[in-house]
């Protein structure tokens, strides 16, 4: 379908004026007496109506396009039809017809100009459209015009300054507040300024409040606006921070006797009845009508539907109608709203969803990531439980925004509860490529290993590209292991196909007792070997061990209700990113809804008590109190048939049988049937994309972090059992 052109909008606001102007001239005589107005006589209105109440844009857009071209419509319909069908090319995120549409509504009433919801607008179409910089230029414009209304005035102020706060520029928003707080003097209209700052003061996101804050001093903490940054800091502290409640209602006190504020019953109402008891502007009526709140909880997801990357977000997708549908049944339905960011309006239609839903689901990629965040959107208004193994380094975790998904760290504390937790293990050989992801991990594993008791005594560095020098680099760390006392275990942070040309030239140097670790990477090879028949080079891996997020045969009851319903509707068996879909809308409907102004601090306690309660399908997540997420990731040995859940007992019985006997030179590794379990479980992983480098290009594949993990230490989860009577004895090397 094709959408009403720039010029269109323009011959309209044309036409709309000469109608308009015709009319006040009498020009355009009255209804006959009995006979249906036209809009009684074209049902188009009832439908536009309809539509436009019911949100869907796209058709109110068109229908009210249609409508305002006729002929004898009364003027106050016709500006109605202009107005809405600009508001809904906007709602849907057209904003260059939107843009125009706006300029022809205020052509056609430019009584509307003068008022702040067509400003308002006008500013949101011109940033929608990346001209953030106009849209600025205009609301200064706004600010300074001597004809518009003071109230107007205030409210432009308060946008241009939550602008200029959310980039870094507090001083000048600040200063902006101040020079129209001045200029006003109806007590009423100072108070109304006072409510709405305050309201947009709660959506502000912790850094550009902080930065805010910084500006407050004693001096000046009776004056407007830095009076209500320092109530807004107070109230966000003393909601996480029981020893900071005195100091708020200390604070309360003095503002509502000392304080310049118009409105000194304001810091006592935001006291007792939070912030949602206030208006964010004087437009909140009219935002209800525009996009009416959906009946029961309601979120959005960020998914890639198109691209290389759509076999994934396909299948959260599916996740995700799994849960809902077992919520509906449940009797608490929610709805999604799911957005393709393969799309190129995706930043436009997550901008423009109704304020009601402020919790989103994803990205899942770090290309949408980073224009999510170019774009405002993080830090912004909305909570974002993003699918990636890390935020990058410009965004601070459980502040700005939220994990659901495993991290390197997990990877690297499911192999250290093991070996150091149960085994007894404390040193270990490190063996890694020379790329960013070997490095990157390598210094956490390392970092990681030290802070829990244990020490990395022998490291290598290999080549990836040149296979010549992978029996150096093995024989370097061994020689290493002399002098340090040997090591019981060793880590090797690289894709399956590499690490099976690396692996033989331990048992080339007669080493063949080590227990050799690797990361989620081998766990997806497995699978994918598995899927695909692939044979596998079992007689490496007779004590080796990797991590994984999903188990499709775990004996958790959300798992099994998981896998039957997709078996019971002819899907593909149930994996992990149908799990994350799963697990995040049940989880979305357990953390309930959340206002635009909750701070980080009340996010993470929701989200921690959500986890601690949820049934969960995949790997266990739990959230600390500042926000961090861990996964308690399943261990699984390699074996022909795939990755197959870890026995810890039998496997330290018999690697500890294995170093008993000592292995003699030149000896054969055990067959897998010496050692295989009674029942050996297939998984379902689907292969993820090509790649594991650093930065994380790969959707799912778990990127290490770029810098050394921030926040409070995690404790290893689950908890390791008691140390072995016998702990497992250090490797000595033989060469």
């Not at 004693?218 to 966000?236: C, G, K, S």
């Not at 208004?381 to 659901?404: D, S, Y």
């Not at 063996?431 to 008791?453: I, N, S």
Request: hydrophobic share 40%.
């Amino acid at each position: 379908m094709k959408f009403p052109t720039h010029t269109f909008f323009r011959v309209i606001a044309v036409l709309s004026l000469l109608v308009a102007l015709a009319g006040c001239a009498g020009m355009q005589g009255p209804e006959e007496p009995g006979k249906p107005s036209a809009a009684a006589r074209d049902q188009r209105w009832a439908e536009a109506d309809a539509a436009w109440q019911a949100g869907r844009h796209e058709q109110s857009r068109n229908l009210y396009s249609q409508l305002m071209t006729q002929r004898s419509l009364p003027r106050d319909l016709k500006l109605l039809a202009i107005k809405r069908s600009a508001l809904s090319a906007l709602f849907m995120g057209d904003n260059k017809a939107a843009l125009s549409g706006i300029e022809a509504w205020g052509a056609a009433d430019p009584a509307a100009v003068n008022g702040w919801e067509w400003n308002y607008r006008y500013a949101q179409a011109l940033t929608g459209l990346g001209q953030e910089d106009r849209a600025r230029e205009h609301l200064s414009r706004l600010i300074q015009e001597n004809r518009t209304p003071w109230l107007v005035q205030a409210e432009a102020a308060i946008d241009l300054f939550m602008r200029y706060a959310k980039t870094g520029d507090a001083a000048r928003g600040v200063q902006v507040l101040s020079e129209v707080r001045r200029r006003g003097t109806d007590p009423a209209a100072l108070g109304k300024m006072e409510e709405y700052l305050a309201k947009n003061l709660g959506s502000l996101p912790d850094p550009a409040l902080s930065k805010c804050d910084a500006l407050v001093s004693e001096a000046i903490l009776n004056t407007f606006p830095y009076n209500l940054i320092a109530l807004e800091r107070a109230r966000r502290d003393a909601l996480t921070k029981p020893d900071k409640r005195p100091w708020l209602r200390e604070l309360v006190d003095r503002l509502s006797r000392m304080s310049e504020l118009a409105d000194k019953t304001l810091p006592q109402r935001i006291m007792n009845r939070g912030l949602e008891s206030l208006a964010a502007s004087s437009l909140a009526p009219a935002s209800r009508v525009d996009a009416p709140a959906p009946t029961g909880q309601s979120v959005a997801v960020l998914l890639p539907l198109g691209g290389q990357f759509r076999e994934f977000g396909g299948k959260v997708v599916k996740g995700i109608h799994a849960g809902q549908a077992e919520l509906t049944q449940a009797g608490t339905p929610i709805e999604v709203t799911i957005i393709d960011v393969t799309q190129p309006d995706w930043l436009t239609r997550l901008q423009n969803l109704p304020p009601e839903i402020t919790l989103v689901g994803g990205p899942m990629h770090r290309i949408s990531l980073q224009e999510l965040q170019s774009a405002g959107g993080i830090p912004g208004g909305r909570i974002f439980l993003v699918f990636m193994p890390t935020l990058g380094e410009n965004l601070h975790e459980g502040v700005e925004a939220w994990r659901f998904f495993s991290s390197p760290k997990d990877e690297i504390d499911a192999l250290l509860n093991l070996s150091l937790g149960s085994f007894g293990i404390r040193h270990y050989g490190l063996l890694r490529p020379e790329d960013r992801y070997g490095q990157a991990m390598g210094e956490l594993f390392a970092l990681e290993t030290a802070r829990l008791g244990g020490q990395v005594t022998a490291t290598s560095i290999y080549n990836p590209a040149d296979a010549t020098g992978w029996d150096v680099a093995v024989q370097q760390m061994l020689q290493q292991a002399e002098a340090g006392g040997g090591f019981g275990a060793v880590f090797i942070p690289d894709d399956w196909n590499r690490s099976d040309g690396v692996l033989p030239y331990f048992f080339h140097n007669n080493v063949q007792d080590l227990l050799i670790m690797g990361p989620q990477l081998w766990t997806e090879a497995l699978s994918r070997a598995a899927a695909t028949k692939s044979s596998i080079n079992i007689q490496n891996y007779r004590l080796a061990v990797c991590p994984g997020a999903w188990w499709q045969d775990s004996e958790a009851p959300a798992t099994r209700e998981l896998v039957r319903v997709m078996h019971a509707e002819g899907q593909q068996p149930a994996d992990f990113w149908v799990a994350l879909g799963y697990d995040f809308i049940r989880m979305a409907a357990l953390v309930g809804p959340l206002s635009p102004g909750t701070s980080p601090g009340d996010v993470s306690a929701r989200l921690a008590q959500s986890a601690a309660s949820m049934q969960w399908s995949m790997a266990p997540l739990s959230y600390d109190a500042t926000g961090q997420v861990h996964q308690s990731m399943f261990l699984f040995r390699p074996s022909v048939a795939g990755p197959v859940p870890l026995d810890p007992e039998g496997f330290r019985e018999r690697l500890n049988t294995i170093r008993s006997r000592g292995a003699a030179p030149g000896a054969a590794p055990e067959s897998e049937n010496a050692y295989a379990a009674s029942r050996e479980e297939q998984m379902g992983l689907a292969p993820l994309p090509d790649g594991q480098g650093a930065d994380g290009a790969g959707a799912g594949v778990p990127a290490p972090a770029t810098s050394s993990p921030g926040g409070a230490p995690s404790s290893l989860v689950p908890p390791a059992p008691a140390a072995p009577q016998a702990p497992v004895p250090a490797h000595q090397p033989a060469i």
